[in-house]
């Protein structure tokens, strides 16, 4: 029986090792541990800040949240399902009055309509209002707006909304 229990054991052993251990065999990528008040959704966290800033300060707030190997910035969006969870996450705000947008991490701060995002991801999604991007005057910075059922909104980026952090 002792026998057994060692070959057990080293067959064990050697299936965590070559599969990246026992995480890799419990985890899966829509699982991520995020701390509170953090909430998980596919494999990465988001936080609600309803503390009104401009959108460069937003940015800046996010950054002071990275956890070692992981950095924070505003929300990048990469499906309609992601789009989804983010508007229902702030929808759930407890900002009074009640928020008519909110800062994700999409711009075009360094080239006119060239969007891109903070955290330097691929723009493979766009929720866009249809008569948006207008850029009027020079609107750089991208809020998801209330009165357009979360939709995409180009604005100034010295207008202080909520925001949310994404690590």
Known sequence: MGLISLLVLIFASVTLSSH???AALCSSPYEAYCPPPWLAFQGHCYLWVD??????DSERYCRKLSHPGKMAHLASIHSKEEDEFIKTYAGKSSV???????WIGYNDIEQEDRFQWSDGSDASY??????EPRDIGGEDCVECRSEYAGMWNDVWCTI???FVCKL
Do not use: H, T
């Open 20 to 22: 990246g251990g026992v």
């Open 96 to 102: 009074d009055p009640p928020v008519s947008g909110y």
């Open 160 to 162: 202080n909304n909520p």
């Open 51 to 56: 503390k009104p800033m401009s959108w460069m």
């Open 126 to 131: 766009e929720g866009w209002d249809p008569r």
